[in-house]
């Protein structure tokens, strides 16, 4: 088994930063992706980047390209989302995931969730 840990979210203005963290233990998945989603109310869940150390690929959805940057500490098994120029639409529960390859839906492929940090940006 695996645990995800997701740590960071918060309140901030728009056009702010915030910073997410997400920490997984159990088995090591050597191949998996490390992956970052978001659901926003009544809206489905939605991939937003991802990490690959085995394949050195990072991964971004359209609409966070330029503001978002995904980084990670292989050793520490840990993850991080930069998260700048924020914007309302940016408001969502961010989930932390491990996806095994191949890499082509991260949504429907992931097999491993955090519960989730809640992100709120005000305008």
């Known amino acids: 088994q695996v645990q995800l840990v997701e740590s960071g979210g918060g309140v901030v203005q728009a056009g702010g930063s915030l910073r997410l963290s997400c920490v997984a233990s159990?088995?090591?998945?050597?191949?998996?992706?490390m992956g970052w989603f978001r659901q926003a109310p009544g809206k489905e869940r939605e991939f937003v980047a991802a990490?690959?150390?085995?394949?050195?690929?990072?991964y971004y959805a359209r609409s966070v390209k330029g503001r978002f940057t995904i980084s990670g500490d292989e050793a520490r098994r840990t993850v991080f989302l930069e998260m700048n120029s924020l914007g309302v639409e940016d408001s969502a529960v961010y989930y932390c995931a491990a996806v095994p390859p191949p890499y082509g839906d991260f949504v429907n492929g992931a097999d491993y969730w955090g519960k989730g940090t809640l992100v709120t940006v005000s305008s």
């Open positions: 159990g088995q090591t998945l050597s191949r998996h992706a």
């Open positions: 990490l690959s150390w085995s394949v050195h690929s990072t």
